[in-house]
């Protein structure tokens, strides 16, 4: 997939290199002949496997720039306009049109493009916008292009931080930007773009109008997730944000947008904070068992995406969660995607090891390994888990309850004599749950299912939920 990546740069350079000296055959309306492996390229970009393959999204929106770099408009204009008219998303719920514009925030899908590689896409972008039969599409797009190239003339420090030299580039691109969203202001319900950059054309706006904007863009559209995250990211400490006021916009969320609604949105602004470089002070304020149902739903409703799975298993290891981590680890597998963790790998790997250092040896550990290593305790592994399940499972509902939202999962040990009655337990990683759960399941030494033979030693997951 590396290579299929590499591939696309190399043929993106080459475009910007040399398309004025016809490395594409060119139409009188301005539609290009692809030669096979381009076009290859771009099949294979726009019909990847979002489920499974975390170079997916970046492999998509290679194929929208190199459509670009083509001048090929009549086929991003046919793109938008079916995801657009059809809602069409990815697994995990991300829609495609927020991909296809969020193509253009990036002149060549690296960080640190120059300005030679940014106004060489700006100009295209207007070239689209001449051409078009309906200039809506390249109209959002160049203004959401100069949205990014305002922050980066700007930089990603303080306020304060912020040179006069840089505040000008930022604030005369960003009014390029307004001037274009305001030509297809009569047409900012058709499109969930137009209200998407104009609030981050608003970043310096008043608090109250910020907000007044939030709530049209809502009522336009309130499964749209970039409004969410926008506005959340108005919140941060660089833009005067106070403490807690991003938690406190993601609970206000929660409760508002419904059962299934509300608890997505809530995963996704916590996503968008922890794993994208949020204040860190942020992350303990988030609800983990919030997170997690939000999660859970998106899944339910929008199906897994690899991207999703990873930004989990990141959450789980900031939160300090070895059970999550183990299950969402266990399903990435090898599909790690840099945006979940930061764009670092290094992330990634302290996961893996913060997560084997719960594997330590000795009794219990290496007995239980000893028994999984068995056809007969892979069997009585699910036996046992059931039994555990059926026997606790409102116990472990009143804990919850009462521990609040110290709601991470552990792993309980327990030894057994021949009949199945309980001889020794322990919590394993101990947290609040934990505690309840021995405190007060384990006073009588309860019996479950016979093992296999006495001194048998058995490892039970008890998630948070």
Wanted: aromatic share 12%; charged share 25%.
């Amino acid at each position: 997939m590396q290579s299929s990546r590499v591939l696309v740069s190399l043929l993106i350079i080459v475009v910007v290199c040399f398309s004025a000296g016809g490395m594409f055959l060119v139409h009188s309306h301005n539609a290009p002949v692809q030669n096979a492996a381009t076009a290859e390229i771009i099949k294979t970009g726009l019909e990847g496997d979002h489920a499974t393959d975390p170079q997916a999204y970046r492999n998509y929106q290679d194929a929208i720039r190199l459509l670009l770099a083509q001048q090929n408009y009549e086929e991003l204009d046919r793109l938008a306009n079916s995801a657009r008219a059809n809602k069409e998303r990815f697994p995990g719920g991300g829609r495609k049109l927020t991909a296809i514009y969020t193509s253009f925030e990036d002149p060549d899908g690296a960080d640190n493009a120059s300005d030679a590689a940014w106004t060489e896409m700006l100009n295209r972008l207007e070239r689209w916008k001449k051409l078009s039969a309906n200039p809506l599409t390249p109209t959002l797009a160049l203004a959401g292009a100069y949205n990014t190239y305002a922050f980066v003339g700007r930089g990603d420090g303080y306020a304060n931080t912020v040179t006069a030299a840089q505040w000008d580039l930022y604030h005369d691109r960003l009014a390029k930007a307004q001037a274009l969203l305001e030509e297809v202001a009569d047409q900012k319900n058709d499109d969930p773009m137009w209200y998407d950059a104009m609030l981050t054309a608003a970043t310096e706006a008043d608090p109250v109008d910020q907000r007044a904007l939030f709530e049209a863009a809502i009522a336009y559209d309130p499964t749209y997730r970039r409004y969410y995250r926008k506005f959340a990211s108005s919140l941060r400490p660089e833009w005067n944000g106070k403490p807690g006021d991003i938690v406190r916009f993601a609970n206000e969320m929660y409760e508002r947008l419904g059962p299934i609604n509300g608890p997505i949105e809530y995963f996704d602004i916590a996503a968008f904070i922890i794993c994208n470089c949020g204040p860190q002070s942020e992350i303990k304020r988030f609800s983990l068992t919030r997170i997690k149902q939000g999660y859970a739903l998106s899944v339910l409703n929008y199906g897994e995406s690899t991207t999703q799975l990873n930004q989990m298993a990141f959450i789980a290891w900031q939160k300090e969660d070895p059970v999550a981590l183990d299950d969402a680890l266990a399903r990435i597998g090898y599909n790690w995607d840099p945006s979940g963790w930061t764009d670092d790998r290094k992330n990634f790997e302290s996961a893996q090891a913060w997560l084997a250092s719960f594997r330590i040896g000795g009794e219990p550990f290496d007995a239980v390994d000893e028994e999984m290593k068995t056809q007969e305790g892979q069997n009585y592994a699910k036996l046992i888990q059931a039994d555990f399940d059926r026997k606790y499972s409102k116990l472990l509902d009143d804990c919850r309850k009462d521990v609040g939202d110290d709601l991470r999962g552990f792993y309980f040990y327990f030894k057994q004599d021949g009949t199945g009655k309980l001889s020794t337990a322990m919590g394993y990683p101990m947290n609040a749950m934990g505690a309840c759960f021995h405190k007060n399941a384990l006073q009588d030494k309860p019996t479950f299912i016979a093992p296999p033979h006495a001194g048998y030693w058995n490892k039970i997951v008890v998630r948070d939920h």
